[in-house]
């Protein structure tokens, strides 16, 4: 599993990205971007950021199509 979503408790666009990568199958792990400085200076307002490998995915308001294209599900 190499994808990593940088998320903040009680954002709503964090949680729907993770409804959409749970219902889609993708397996991630969670980081909460104020939990660490350097997440937090890099994605603070960019949240929520799907990364693989150390790279930017996808970020701001996911949905299935965008998904869909970049993960080609």
Known sequence: MDYVL???KGCHLC???E???QAQ????TLQDVDA???LK??????VPVLLWRGRVV??????????SKKLSL
């Open 6 to 8: 940088i998320s903040r």
């Open 15 to 17: 949680e729907e990205a």
């Open 19 to 21: 409804l959409l990568l």
């Open 25 to 28: 199958g993708v397996s991630y």
């Open 36 to 38: 660490d400085e350097r």
């Open 41 to 46: 200076k890099l994605y603070t307002f960019r």
């Open 58 to 67: 996808l970020e701001g308001k996911f949905t299935l199509e965008r998904l």
